[in-house]
């Protein structure tokens, strides 16, 4: 079984070169070390209690698909310019940035090195690379045509990022506005209602019920702070355990398509995705329904799976996409009438690629009308709870201020 090794070696021109090889025994890395032209000074074998905490996955920076795309885009560069393949990984893991990205360039170099075939060398890495860019390399493997998957694999990513940048920048003014309501309230609960507590008290004036009602919840938070942080911790762990299950993801994603506005961001979102990725294999030689499915399990979303299940079946039967799409009643009429198009004149992968570019502009459109529409609303909600407590407060100083009068 092959071991890990780490190794120092000298190159043609003096310099000290260090990498990590997977082999048998220490007398193969030696002969790997020399096929590469260098001459080895230290070889030791990676054990594992070895490692760092930055070699600990809770401690490792992420792989983000911008990385991704950059990777794909490197190597395409080098690999079109004649670069061999193992040169091409040495200088990307030299290069990169990313700590978990390099030491996984890094060790796939090494296996290259002893054989191994890239898609096979990124399966062992399977936690960094989407299952989606392993497929695509493995085709363009058969087919000979590695250099031009991944370009089109970097295309690919670059726009993924960029939805992604989208959502993103989208939701960070309502969750700053949810963080401050939620802090002003308790503040307001937790500091200044309780300055007011003992002049009610002692006022002998009989307190409205929203006045109770909001010292029991003033009382409760002061008093029982860490058992309300734990039940929130629970409930947020809770939900984000169940969202990572199928029925819990299909719940969810259901309820979603359901709002207004935001349901329809959702199915341009998952429009987007489904049809750009759709023609990028298409486009590089993979099968119809195997790409299908890759695409649909691209969107992540469980709507989208669970029909195009369906869709697939009645596929192999000869059965045309578009009326299939049509049948599941969830992608926009112009989707599939631009699937129609494209099944009559035999350029279903060109349509595919428009049918994604519309749908990423539309996607902006549609998140600044979500954001006009959330925005007030956070505002009111934010308002009717700040002005609740305001009023509770002030209501028995007046009742105080009528008995002195």
């Known amino acids: 079984m092959a071991e890990t090794y780490k ?52 401690f490792k920076p992420r792989v983000k698909i911008k990385d991704i795309s950059v990777f794909c885009k490197q190597l395409y560069t080098m690999l079109n310019a004649g670069m061999p393949l193992t040169n091409c990984l040495d200088v990307l893991a030299a290069q990169t940035e990313n700590k978990t990205l390099k030491n996984s360039v890094k060790e796939m170099s090494s296996q290259v090195q002893t054989g191994a075939i ?11 690379f989407p299952n989606l860019l392993v497929t695509m390399v493995e085709a363009g493997e058969m087919t000979g045509n590695l250099d031009n998957v991944l370009a089109r694999m970097s295309e690919h990513y670059e726009k993924e990022n960029k939805i992604n940048s989208k959502i993103k920048g989208a939701m960070v003014y309502p969750a700053i506005l949810s963080f401050a309501a939620v802090g002003v309230v308790i503040f307001l609960l937790t500091f200044i209602m309780p300055t007011f507590v003992g002049m009610f008290t002692s006022s ?34 809770l939900v984000s355990r169940l969202v990572r299950t199928k029925d819990g993801k299909r719940f969810f994603d259901k309820v979603v398509y359901r709002l207004p506005v935001v349901g329809q961001s959702m199915v341009k979102i998952s429009t987007s995705r489904y049809t750009r990725t759709l023609s990028t294999l298409l486009g590089s030689g993979i099968p119809i329904v195997d790409a299908m499915e890759a695409s649909a399990s ?83 909600f934010m308002g009717v709870i700040i002005g609740f407590i305001v009023i509770a407060m002030m209501m028995p100083m007046f009742d105080m201020t009528q008995t002195i009068g």
């Not at 929203?210 to 762990?237: C, E, H, Q, V």
């Not at 000869?318 to 049948?327: C, E, M, P, R």
Request: net charge negative.
């Open 298 to 380: 691209v969107t992540g979303n469980m709507m989208v799976i669970d029909g195009m299940e369906n869709v697939i079946d009645e596929v192999k039967k000869g059965i045309n996409i578009s009326y299939l799409l049509q049948k599941m009643n969830y992608f926009p009429p112009m989707m599939i009438s631009m699937i129609g198009i494209g099944e009559e004149s035999g350029a279903l992968e060109d349509m595919l690629g428009k049918t994604a570019d519309y749908y990423d502009e539309e996607l902006e459109s549609s998140i600044q009308k979500m954001l006009s529409m959330l925005e007030p609303l956070l505002i009111l």
């Open 7 to 58: 190794y120092k070696g000298l190159d043609s021109s003096g310099r000290v070169i260090e990498g990590i090889f997977h082999a048998n025994s220490k007398e193969e890395v030696i002969k790997l070390i020399r096929d590469k032209g260098q001459s080895p000074i230290k070889i030791e074998k990676n054990e594992a209690k070895s490692k760092d905490l930055g070699e600990y996955s809770f």
């Open 204 to 237: 002998g004036v009989e307190l409205p019920l929203p006045t109770r009602i909001l010292m029991s919840i003033s009382d409760a938070l002061s008093t029982y702070w860490y058992i309300f942080t734990l039940i929130f911790i629970g409930i947020a762990f």
């Open 118 to 128: 890239l898609s096979e060398a990124m399966k062992n890495q399977k936690r960094i």
